[in-house]
Structure formats: C-alpha cells, structure tokens
C-alpha cells in the first residue's frame, strides 16, 4: 500500500496518475478537498481509499493507522499534502501543516520500516544568494524569504538533525505548472492565469521589474511540467537506495516574457503583454531568479528527458485547458 497525502492536489493528482500507468492501484489518498472542486482532480484516478486530513492525522496520532491499510502492510508514503500559499500569514497554521504534520507522518513511516519520500520546496533557497544546490551541507545556510518557505526549512532541518537524510527523500520543487491546478486560487501557475487572461481579453498581464538588471518580463524562473515533477518523484520509490535532498525542476532559467510567448503560440493568438507595477506588499521579498541544479538527480540514475516550457504549455493548454479535461481523462 502506498498513501499519497495531498493526493487531489497538482502533484498528488498526477503522482497518482503515474503509479496508475505503472499498474498501481494500492494507494490511500489523503487531502482535504474542503469546498474546492480538487475532488474533480481525483475522479479519473484508480485508488483502494480515501481520507480526510484530518481523519488521517487523528489516526497518526492514536496509532492506529495501520488499521486502514489492508494487510497493514505500507511500502511507502509520498507527503505532498501541505499549505502551499507563499502569501499565507498565519505562521502558526503553516507550522501545524506543514512542520508538525510531517514530522508525524515521517516517524509513522520510518516505525513502519516504510519509504518516505516528502516535499519541501524551492523557496526554502529564499532569493538565491547561497545558490539552488540540493547539498544538506548548505540546509543551515539558506534563508527563506517568507513564512511557507520557512515552514519547509524547519522540516528539512529537523530531518537533518535527527539524521533521517540518510533514510528518507526529501524533494524541493521548483515552479511545478499543468493540468489539475484549477483550485490553488491565487498560487496557480501564470500558464494557467494567461489562458484566463487572454481567452477573456486577449492581452496578458505581467509585473514590471523593480530591478535594474532585469528588464520588465525578464525575471527568471525555472519551471517544470507536473507530469515530468511526478516522473522525477516516484523515480525515489522505484530506485529505494537514494536518499536526502533532491531538485525537481527543469534545470534552467525561463524569463516570464518567453513563457508568456509560448502560452500566445498554444494558443494560436498574436502576443499581447501589458506590465503593471508590482504590489508593494511582496516586492521586497520576490525572487527574481531560480534554477535548479538537477545534477544531482541525474546523478541517481533520472535519465529522462525534461520537458522544454514550449512542448509541457502546449501540451497543457491544447491537450487539458482547451479540452476542459484533467489528467487521467
């Protein structure tokens, strides 16, 4: 049995739906689906169970988790179940969520001699000062800029003091973007925001930049296409010999203008950018550029291709957004 926690989420949905195409059915799905439309997002999906988070958590406490596993037999635990909003400003709620929560997931795993495999986060890097390299060596370095980020620092710290870096898998994700994202409200990808935009308008909308060395539409990102996030994910629980901190992402940089462009060519329309000032309430802390240094996974043995931003948004607007589909149609 393998639990997916987040299950309905953008990564869950598709981490689910590629255990799926490897003949897996086994799987309890942990979420919270609360009044979003996630539920959407697991109606493709083949699964034995479902629980809420809550439901789940009180299981985790009480010790009696196993009872819902058939057999009682885990083989692993994907944790992807988190608050994802990098504006959330309730510190508490996100260390709950995101710092107690996984800390009791990870000791129920490792008691059941089980894989766990988690995901911290590209923002633990903050803005890039000490590098996007996934050494543990470093984890004492880095410096998140906002509370989500610091959340998921606190977790990759404590794993790396326990010593348990050398028995789980930790993934920090960069701008993971596709089909399934509908409900993250303001935390959905711009590819998903600038079909919204342009189908309604046919003009998109991006930040100036308040930088001098970045021209407006030339801030970097690495992005990476959730179907490639789930194939790099699961490479962890098919090749259980590697552990610690790992990057998912593309493993370069894209500016927000040439992602735009290809969101414009998607969708088969003439590009329109408008630039508007940046919220004050977030310029300070904006990271201007991230990349992730995959080298690392590569050096575990991932060999697949990663998808270029042209090929993952077409395949995303023409094959999901345009279809009105999601991932398992």
């Not at 060519?265 to 004050?280: F, G, K, L, N, T």
Request: proline letters at 3%; aromatic letters at 10%; charged letters at 25%.
């Amino acid at each position: 049995m393998i639990i997916v926690t987040g299950g309905a989420g953008l990564i869950g949905s598709a981490v689910i739906q590629r255990l799926n195409q490897l003949g897996r059915e086994d799987i309890l799905v942990v979420d919270h689906l609360g009044r979003t439309d996630k539920w959407r997002n697991l109606s493709p999906l083949r699964f034995m169970d479902y629980l809420e988070k809550d439901t789940f958590e009180k299981l985790l406490d009480d010790g009696s988790m196993a009872n819902r596993l058939p057999g009682g037999k885990l083989e692993a635990v994907i944790h992807l179940g988190a608050c994802s909003a990098t504006t959330e400003p309730d510190a508490t709620y996100l260390i709950n969520n995101n710092f107690e929560y996984s800390r009791k997931l990870a000791l129920a795993a490792l008691t059941a001699k089980a894989r766990f495999i988690y995901a911290s986060s590209a923002a633990t890097y903050g803005d890039g000062e000490n590098g996007f390299a996934d050494d543990e060596e470093q984890l004492t370095q880095l410096r998140p800029m906002n509370m989500y980020g610091y959340s998921k620092q606190l977790f990759d710290l404590w794993a790396l003091r326990q010593g348990l870096l050398d028995r789980i898998v930790g993934i920090k994700y960069f701008n993971v973007f596709g089909p399934n994202e509908q409900h993250k409200g303001d935390m959905r990808s711009l590819v998903l925001k600038a079909y919204e935009q342009i189908s309604a308008s046919s003009t998109l909308r991006l930040f100036k930049s308040h930088r001098p060395e970045y021209g407006d539409g030339e801030q970097l990102r690495d992005f990476v296409y959730v179907k490639d996030a789930a194939a790099m994910t699961l490479h962890f629980l098919l090749n259980s010999r590697d552990s610690g901190i790992y990057n998912v992402g593309g493993g370069t940089t894209v500016s927000w203008n040439r992602l735009a462009k290809a969101v414009f060519s998607a969708m088969a329309r003439p590009v329109s950018i408008e630039y508007i000032d940046m919220p004050e309430s977030f310029r300070n802390t904006y990271q201007y550029r991230t990349c992730a240094d995959i080298s690392k996974i590569r050096a575990a043995g991932y060999s697949d291709p990663v998808s270029s931003v042209e090929e993952a948004v077409g395949d995303y607007i023409r094959n999901y957004l345009v279809a009105g589909k999601r991932l398992g149609d």
